[in-house]
């Protein structure tokens, strides 16, 4: 297939020649005419000189070199693209709702009654009275006399002399050496152990019990009788007046207040990113960098109550009462108090308190020492006492007492006691109590519990579920076609001309074949014709054997 391009060439070169015939070498370059006979003078385009029979001449040669071309080409890669989306989430949350209802109570209320009663009583008066008496009585009272008296006493008065000594001693020299011993010594270490144990204990739970018991209580009957008597009497008359008061009062405002929420951090990663490695032809992907962002939560709202305080003046309608002097009759009643026994039954309540045993578990921890023997070198002195022989000369003293007579005189006190009669006057007081009726008249307050209906406002917190949309970013992958150089080594051959020098061969022609049938033949049957070596049994110089590479 190669060779079919050929063949139109060589007939454009068979009309261009014609019919001139000619035995020529390396593509009809050389004219071999005027070889030994053969010919004329050698014909050439690119002959330096006139080839000779059995000579060298020089021709241009085509050499191929291949020679890569860089050429940069882009391409296309797909990669897996992460972006965020905005998407509307329906979520719900507990809103508190305050709602207020009216609840009926019961109050028992203190109602207090004055009563008066009349109380005899007994009264001790203390009574003094002074009194005197005369006592009788012995003192005893110390006399003091000076004697004197004359005193023989022996007084030593020492004699001092002076001698010597050698005394011979013997010191101890310490004399102190550095040893190690290894100690063996045990340290506890603690080990801790988790238990459980029952304990019971005991509860003591009320139990109520109602008792009913029978009372002896004394009443006093009274018994009346009628009396009348003039007495002036106060009469306290009602006016009535108008005044102007300040009423502190308020209302409840429920007002929201918006809470923001919490700042959480959140770490998100960046997109990567896609890179060739021409070491390894390969593309490498690098993940992105990742940094922290502070995200607010949203916020919350609240509701709370606040009191709002107001004053208002208000016109009320008072009373007050002024007193008026008066004078009446007044029927009364002398009342005598008779008692009288009577019987009642009253109902109690005990309290009974009733052990209960009950059982709960605890768990203790229990520390455990357990003793683990260890070694360690210690240094430690050793003094050995090395004794050496000293002496020495003492001189001392020694004293003697001579003993001596003396007299003195000394004075002394003596004591005597002597017993002296003395009188005196004491006064004195007594007390007698002396007993003295009285009687008084106690008021008392009785106290009655009376029950009273009440309405109060309470108010009650209930949460209401609410829906509300948000907004949130889903995270989405995508691929992208991604746009990239390549560089390509592309081969492309050269053909550069080298000259070459070949040897002219000898005369040996055979009969010349005209160069159209020569190329002929050198195509289709793959000989060489026209060259150096046509009808020649050995190559000539500077030809190789199979052929001339034209």
């Known amino acids: 297939m190669n060779r079919l391009w050929i063949l139109p060439a060589i007939m454009i070169c068979a009309i261009v020649v014609g019919a001139n015939s000619a035995s020529a070498a390396y593509c009809g370059a050389i004219s071999y005419e005027g070889c030994s006979g053969c010919g004329g003078t050698a014909k050439g385009d690119d002959v330096t000189s006139a080839p000779v029979a059995g000579g060298t001449y020089t021709c241009m040669r085509t050499v191929r070199e291949t020679v890569y071309d860089k050429i940069e080409e882009t391409r ?27 609840v009926n109570y019961t109050v028992m ?27 009788n009585y012995t003192v005893r009272r110390p006399v003091y006399e000076t004697c004197k008296k004359t005193i023989k006493y022996t007084v030593c008065k020492p004699v001092y002399e002076t001698h010597q000594r050698t005394i011979n001693y013997t010191v101890k020299k310490p004399v102190y050496e550095t040893r190690k011993k290894t100690v063996k010594y045990t340290v506890c270490k603690p080990v801790y152990e988790t238990k459980s144990r029952t304990i019971k204990y005991t509860v003591c739970k009320p139990v109520y019990e109602t008792k009913t018991r029978t009372i002896n209580c004394t009443v006093y009957k009274t018994v009346a009788e009628q009396k009348t008597r003039t007495e002036s009497y106060s009469v306290v008359v009602p006016e009535q007046y108008t005044k102007t008061i300040t009423v502190r009062g308020g209302h409840w405002e429920t007002t929201s207040e918006t809470i923001p929420g919490p700042t959480m951090r959140k770490t998100i990663r960046e997109p990567g990113t896609w890179t060739f490695d021409p070491c390894t032809c390969k593309c490498v992907y690098t993940p992105g960098k990742c940094r922290t962002e502070c995200v607010q939560c949203p916020p919350k709202t ?12 208000k016109e009320i309608c008072c009373t007050r009462y002024r007193r008026e002097c008066r004078t ?10 008779v008692p009288e026994c009577r019987t009642k039954e009253v109902s109690y309540k005990v309290c009974r308190m009733v052990p209960e ?6 768990n203790y921890t229990v520390c455990r020492m357990v003793p683990e023997c260890r070694t360690k070198e210690v240094c430690y002195k050793v003094c050995r006492i090395v004794c050496e022989n000293r002496t020495k000369v003492c001189e001392y003293t020694t004293c003697k007492m001579v003993p001596e007579c003396r007299t003195k005189e000394v004075c002394y006190k003596t004591c005597r006691i002597v017993c002296e009669n003395r009188t005196k006057v004491c006064n004195y007081t007594t007390c007698k109590m002396v007993p003295e009726c009285k009687t008084k008249t106690c008021t008392y307050r009785v106290c009655k519990m009376v029950p009273e209906c009440r309405t109060r406002t309470v108010c009650e917190t209930t949460c209401r579920r609410e829906c509300y949309t948000k907004t949130i970013q889903v ?46 033949k050198h195509i289709l049957h793959g000989e060489r014709s026209g060259g150096c070596n046509d009808g020649c049994e050995q190559p000539a110089c500077g030809c190789e054997a199979p052929g001339c590479d034209c």
């Open 357 to 362: 045993c009950r059982t709960k578990t605890c």
């Open 76 to 102: 296309y890669r797909k990669r897996n693209e992460v972006y965020y989306e905005d998407q509307q989430v329906q979520c719900s949350r507990m809103v508190p709702e305050t709602t207020t209802r009216n």
């Open 302 to 313: 609240v509701c709370k109550k606040i009191w709002v305080p107001t004053c208002e003046q």
């Open 328 to 337: 009446r009759q007044v029927p009364y009643t002398v009342c005598r108090v």
């Open 475 to 520: 995270r989405k992958c995508r691929q992208v076609c991604e746009p990239y150089t390549v560089t390509r080594c592309v081969p492309r051959v050269i053909c550069t001309q080298v000259p070459v020098e070949v040897c002219c061969p000898a005369p040996c022609c055979p009969p010349h074949e005209g160069p159209v049938k020569s190329l002929l």
């Open 109 to 135: 209320v203190p109602t207090y009654e004055t009563r008066t009663r009349t109380i005899n009583y007994t009264v001790c008066k203390p009574v003094y009275e002074t009194h005197q008496r005369t006592i």
